[in-house]
Nanobody, 123 residues
Framework: VQLQAFGGGLVQTGDSLRLSCAAS????????IGWFRQAPGREREWVGA????????GYADSVKGRFTISRDNARNTVYLQMTGLKPEDTAVYYC?????????????????WGQGTLVTVSS
């Protein structure tokens, strides 16, 4: 499975942006998908995740209420809708496919990782 995150860019504080995570090679419709991010000089952190059916999501406290994860299994794509962006959201964002249908926040539960996309939020 190859994953590719895209849709990043330079935005201003308060703006919205939607990232996409496209899977190729095989379907990921049976896999939980997670979003992670890594800011300059910091460790990678979990942003949120969605289960294989798209019925259950979870988010880090720092993004809860502002970010929404959804998926379209017919398109083999997962989305991260970001609203109310803040400068502290600046990071490279990665998507990852889990080992099973629900993967949560533990990185060890993710098997496939995509190349990230940079989101920069100016103040």
């Amino acid at each position: 499975v190859q994953l590719q995150a895209f849709g990043g860019g330079l935005v201003q504080t308060g703006d919205s942006l939607r990232l996409s995570c496209a899977a190729s090679g095989r379907a990921v419709s049976n896999n939980g998908i997670g979003w992670f991010r890594q800011a300059p000089g910091r460790e990678r952190e979990w942003v949120g995740a969605i289960d294989w059916r798209g019925r259950s999501t979870g988010y880090a406290d720092s993004v809860k209420g502002r970010f929404t994860i959804s998926r379209d299994n017919a398109r083999n794509t997962v989305y991260l809708q970001m609203t109310g962006l803040k400068p502290e959201d600046t990071a490279v964002y990665y998507c990852a496919a889990g080992l099973g249908p629900i993967s949560g926040r533990d990185e060890s539960r993710y098997r496939y990782w995509g190349q990230g996309t940079l989101v920069t939020v100016s103040s």
